[in-house]
């Protein structure tokens, strides 16, 4: 039970690709006293299963065999349906043992046990033990395999549904972000042809000083125009990777983004980062937007010099604040739909959560967005090789 646990941690310690699932299958090999133990797993077509495994194996394996054929290998009697292990020394009789080449049968030989990769009834590869000594698997070893098959499939199966969450919420998030750009821009567009008509009008009348203020209040819709559109693009830019950040990276992400675009100087304060381990990735891609929409106002219409920026993790809820030192404004007086408040408010609502905006004329701003903080995410190891497994 030691090696179980040991391996179950082996694949929660690394955030790298396949190091987690690599260590645990060492322990396993370790503990089993396996000469080989390569993993072959299900690529995205379910046609090929692709070699995962140490470097030391790679170099023995990795010329003659970087992937193997399905359905030589993923077949009977190799595919157990109750997921236990399949000895090579109980089926010498099969097809399934006739077919394979004599180079694979020269290494993984009659000692050879399949230990099948599963998880919600769904096989994922195997790993291949080969032994030095011939002993047939006893009851108890047949039930420890089989647990570590189910582990390491588990692990799969998790990282499998975050890769899709993260597939999926990179696909949402483009999707808002054009359709607020359009919303955006429309109304930006409208106000400029408004004014437009309101100078032709002063110009018909012959009003000198007022058509004066109406091109400088042109010039600033214009700059205005061209600040939110730098700050859209960028959003556009970042989209999928926000989808697929932990909340802390996102959040710092958007900040150096807004930082290098010239912009009020931004303090982070984040005092537990470790509470945010359990943020799930849809409300971290919201808070990220919140984020932007918070700094891009606080560049264009407050003004403000100085942003400060916390994110904290307070009794299962994640929260983000955004306080400004800029001019501020009535909240009362201005439409949601000038600072963006209705698009914030949107976005927190997909995922149960609020914002809540406090300013005053010449007193800053401060933005403040709640949501629930989800259960971890688990293991995340997927490599580009292997995607959707079959």
């Not at 379910?46 to 992937?67: C, I, N, S, Y």
């Not at 969450?165 to 429309?186: I, M, S």
């Not at 914002?355 to 490599?383: D, K």
């Amino acid at each position: 039970m030691g090696v179980l646990v040991q391996m179950c941690e082996a694949l929660n310690s690394s955030d790298e690709r396949w190091e987690g699932y690599v260590k645990a299958v060492g322990l396993l090999q370790r503990a089993v006293g396996a000469r080989y133990a390569p993993s072959f797993l299900l690529d995205d077509s379910g046609a090929r299963a692709v070699l995962v495994t140490d470097d030391d194996q790679r170099d023995m394996f990795a010329d003659r065999w970087p992937w193997i054929p399905a359905n030589v290998h993923v077949r009977d009697p190799w595919i157990d349906p109750k997921d236990s292990p399949v000895a090579a020394r109980d089926h010498l009789d099969s097809e399934g043992w006739s077919v394979l080449s004599p180079e694979w049968k020269s290494w993984f030989d009659v000692t050879g046990v399949v230990v099948g990769v599963h998880a919600e009834g769904r096989h994922l590869g195997a790993v291949l033990l080969s032994f030095d000594r011939d002993d047939p698997l006893s009851a108890g070893q047949r039930q420890f395999l089989a647990a570590a098959g189910h582990i390491l499939g588990r692990a799969l199966h998790s990282g499998l549904l975050a890769r899709r969450q993260q597939e999926l919420g990179a696909l949402k998030e483009r999707r808002l972000l054009a359709d607020e750009l359009h919303v955006d821009l429309a109304q930006q567009v409208a106000a400029l042809g408004l004014h437009a008509g309101a100078m032709s009008l002063d110009l018909a009348d012959g009003d000198q000083a007022a058509l004066a203020v109406d091109v400088a209040d042109l010039s600033g819709m214009v700059a205005t125009l061209k600040a939110s559109l730098r700050h859209q693009m960028l959003g556009l830019r970042a989209g999928p990777a926000v989808a697929s950040r932990s909340c802390l990276d996102a959040v710092k992400a958007q900040i150096e983004a807004f930082q290098a675009l010239g912009s009020a100087a931004v303090e982070l304060e984040c005092p537990q980062p470790d509470r945010l381990a359990g943020v799930p990735l849809d409300v971290t891609a919201q808070l990220s937007r919140v984020l932007q929409e918070a700094l891009s106002n606080a560049q264009i219409h407050s003004l403000a010099a100085r942003v400060t920026v916390r994110l904290t993790a307070p009794d299962g809820h994640v929260r983000l604040e955004v306080e400004d030192d800029g001019r501020g404004f009535d909240p009362s007086a201005v439409p949601d739909t000038r600072l963006g408040l209705a698009i914030m408010r949107e976005r927190m609502a997909g995922v149960g959560g609020q914002v809540t905006v406090g300013s005053a004329p010449g007193q800053g701003t401060r933005v403040v967005a709640e949501a629930p903080l989800g259960q971890a995410q688990g293991w995340i190891a997927l490599t580009e090789r292997i995607g959707v497994f079959a």
